[in-house]
């Protein structure tokens, strides 16, 4: 498809189980971003990803967040021994990133998001 | 983390009027994002501001980029049903990080 996309669109688990969330980004993003929503509120950033090195990671709220990217395509955030905390939805986003040049590099067009709830 | 004043939090208006909101920052960005949010989707980029003063339209909407880079401004003309959604703004600094800060969002809600 044209856009980004993630799976699964919804995810119940167990507090204490760990999840992985997927997403694509559009092709030929080489920047690629997670966000993490709770109910009601704004996005707070998590990680960024320019190609599969993570340059910036500050947003990860602790070491049970981690992320992944294959090349310039797909990415998977993992939460281990998940919390009732952790409960959100977790948008990820693209961009064609600064080093693929381009009049618009920094503009990020988001996916539909994974909404988690941990029971 | 940081999160940007937005301002109002949420407002009713009647069909056909005109809106406005506002977003403003304690630290200066170089580039300044609008976005819409229905349900159950993701962010939807509305428009993006790259310089101090930049005022940019896209159909009924109008941004402003702030002279003093702390603050921007939206305003939706003649607001129709479909426009009943959640509207953030953005700020990013392109020169050292590229993660967006997100405003507290405007929930826009239109009476028939």
């Known amino acids: 498809g044209a856009g980004v996309s993630q799976s699964p669109s919804n995810k119940v688990t167990e507090k204490g189980k760990d999840v992985e969330l997927r997403c694509d980004p559009i092709s030929g993003h080489t920047a690629l971003y997670w966000y993490r929503q709770r109910l009601g509120q704004g996005l707070e950033f998590l990680i960024y990803f320019q190609g599969n090195s993570a340059p910036d990671k500050s947003g990860l709220p602790s070491d049970r967040f981690s992320a992944e990217r294959t090349g310039e395509s797909v990415s998977t955030l993992t939460i281990q021994r998940t919390q009732q905390e952790d409960s959100a939805v977790y948008l990820c986003?693209?961009?064609?990133?600064?080093?693929?040049?381009?009049?618009?590099?920094?503009?990020?067009?988001f996916g539909p998001g994974t909404r988690l709830t941990v029971t | 983390g940081q999160q940007l004043n937005q301002n109002p939090q949420s407002m009713f208006i009647q069909e056909g009027e005109d809106v406005s909101m506002n977003c403003t920052s304690s630290?200066?960005?170089?580039?300044w994002l609008w976005y819409k949010q229905d349900p159950g989707e993701g962010p939807v980029l509305l428009i993006a501001?790259?310089?101090?003063?930049e005022l940019t339209s896209n159909g009924r909407l109008t941004a402003q980029f702030g002279i003093t880079r702390k603050d921007s401004f939206l305003n939706i003309s003649a607001s129709i049903p479909s426009d009943v959604g959640i509207y953030f703004c953005?700020?990013?600094?392109?020169?050292?990080?590229?993660?967006?800060?997100f405003g507290t969002g405007t929930r826009l809600q239109v009476m028939l």
């Open positions: 986003a693209s961009s064609s990133g600064q080093l693929a040049g381009g009049p618009f590099p920094h503009e990020q067009y």
């Open positions: 501001l790259y310089k101090a003063g």
């Open positions: 953005a700020g990013l600094n392109t020169g050292t990080a590229s993660k967006l800060t």
């Open positions: 630290s200066i960005f170089n580039t």
